[in-house]
């Protein structure tokens, strides 16, 4: 019995223990599903919220590239009369295409046809030759980038485009760059610009200071083919610098590489400027004749001032920029005559020309060994002029003979009647209108009685210094 008591309360411990235990591998499993589950949720929920950011992003994009073009084809708000901001017509914008040959066609839509019609009208033989021309133009300010946009429209084939600075709101008086380049490279400003107005033009931006040793190494090889150092592969380098420095530069890289190159400039006070053509050997090179501050010994840097500006006149930039180029079309397409040195004088309306000859005594020794070498190329040219300039004096001969205008040039005839007597002159033998008379007789028929109405008393007697005295008596009144 007492084992059966033993065993009685001990049974309901035993089943309680039986039931407890599921109990707990159930709540395990549950902990470890619902962690299972946590950590899923949490996995997708990355994952949708990583894939709902690329959606914001995606839409973003699209909306600012809607907005970009709903900006370009919005109508332009233009005044009216009453001051009312109105919507113009002329608004959408217009992507200026590549054009594979140029085309002397006569259409709306061809930006070469008015280029093309100096060869049909004789001026240049080929135009299309341009495009086979490559420039490299240093200084993208005031003057060079008006250059730069010209020989863009004129269709260069390669434009190369050095300067170190960035634009300013202070470059605003210029031509060429707008307010919303402010702080952008002047070389990625002008070729951000370029490319949209003729897409055929091959860029090259060089955001650099050629003055440093090391840009002028990097200045020497981005002109020269494969970077060698040696040979050029640009027809021709414009100087449109504002400083001694960099154009002595530009000197020496073009002497060492035998390159042709023109210089240009502004005065300080902008009313004046120059364009100046350098072929080493044959012409003067910069320092063949130094300007007159460098030749007098005074440092250049030194006559800059704190808060003070040179002057800076569009016109004045835009007329020398105008020379610059024309005389480049000149050179790269063989019309014309290339001018050697043009100065212009806003004052006077000035232009000086002259040629300058190189310096036998020039402090650049690569300089006088060119001048060795292309010796006999000045002579032939001194000779061409000479002859030129003979040929030019028979031609200034007669001046009536037949041309297909029939305009001649014939000697006056006295009119009938002239010299008569009286005092009357030869021109007074012409008739004259009515109301018209001429005011003095002929000088060799006034009669005695004019002269003693018109003689002026002296006396024999006074001498200089009596004269000379009363003369100083009438000033002194």
Not at 13 to 40: C, I, N, R, W, Y
Not at 238 to 244: K, P
Not at 366 to 372: D, F, G, H, I, S
């Amino acid at each position: 019995m007492s084992g059966e008591g033993e065993e009685g309360p001990s049974s309901p411990g035993k089943e309680q223990q039986d039931v407890t235990h599921p109990m707990k591998a159930f709540s395990s499993e549950l902990s470890k599903l619902q962690s299972q589950v946590q950590a899923l949720q949490s996995t997708k929920l990355q994952e949708q919220v990583s894939k709902l950011r690329e959606s914001v992003k995606s839409i973003n994009e699209r909306v600012q590239a809607a907005a970009e073009d709903l900006r370009k084809d919005a109508p332009v708000s233009v005044a009216d009369s009453k001051g009312v901001a109105t919507a113009s017509k002329y608004s959408r914008a217009v992507k200026r295409e590549k054009i594979a040959k140029m085309s002397a066609e006569v259409k709306d839509d061809n930006p070469y046809s008015r280029l093309m019609a100096l060869q049909r009208m004789g001026i240049v033989k080929d135009y299309e030759k341009i495009r086979d021309k490559t420039v490299a133009v240093v200084g993208i300010g005031g003057v060079g980038s008006v250059a730069c946009e010209m020989l863009t429209r004129c269709g260069v084939g390669g434009l190369l485009m050095y300067d170190y600075d960035t634009v300013e709101l202070a470059n605003m008086n210029r031509l060429f760059f707008r307010p919303e380049h402010a702080g952008m490279t002047k070389t990625d400003a002008a070729v951000k610009t370029l490319r949209e107005i003729n897409p055929d033009v091959n860029f090259e931006s060089y955001h650099m200071n050629i003055t440093t040793v090391d840009g002028f190494e990097k200045f020497v090889a981005s002109i020269t083919r494969d970077g060698d150092g040696k040979t050029p592969r640009v027809d021709l380098v414009l100087s449109c610098v504002d400083n001694y420095e960099a154009r002595m530069v530009i000197n020496q890289a073009c002497l060492e590489l035998e390159q042709t190159w023109m210089e240009s400039g502004v005065s300080e006070d902008a009313v004046s400027g120059h364009i100046q053509m350098i072929e080493p050997g044959v012409t003067a090179c910069f320092e063949c004749v130094p300007p007159l501050v460098v030749a007098s010994g005074i440092d250049e840097k030194t006559l800059k001032r704190e808060g003070v500006c040179a002057a800076s006149l569009p016109t004045t930039m835009g007329m020398v920029a105008g020379f610059l180029v024309q005389n480049t079309l000149k050179y790269l397409l063989n019309f014309g005559e290339v001018s050697m040195y043009l100065g212009y004088n806003a004052m006077k309306d000035f232009f000086p020309t002259m040629d300058i000859q190189p310096n036998p005594g020039c402090t650049n020794a690569a300089c006088c060994k060119l001048q060795t070498k292309y010796a006999g190329e000045r002579d032939r040219r001194k000779k061409a002029k000479e002859a030129k300039d003979v040929e030019v004096e028979e031609d200034a001969g007669a001046l009536h003979e037949d041309n297909e205008w029939s305009i001649s040039v014939v000697e006056e005839e006295a009119p009938a009647g002239a010299g008569g007597q009286g005092g009357e002159s030869e021109a007074q033998g012409a008739e004259l209108d009515e109301g018209i008379e001429f005011s003095m007789p002929k000088a060799d028929a006034i009669d005695e009685k004019t002269l003693e109405e018109n003689a002026v008393e002296t006396n024999d007697d006074d001498d200089v210094d009596d004269l000379r005295a009363q003369l100083e008596a009438l000033n002194s009144k």
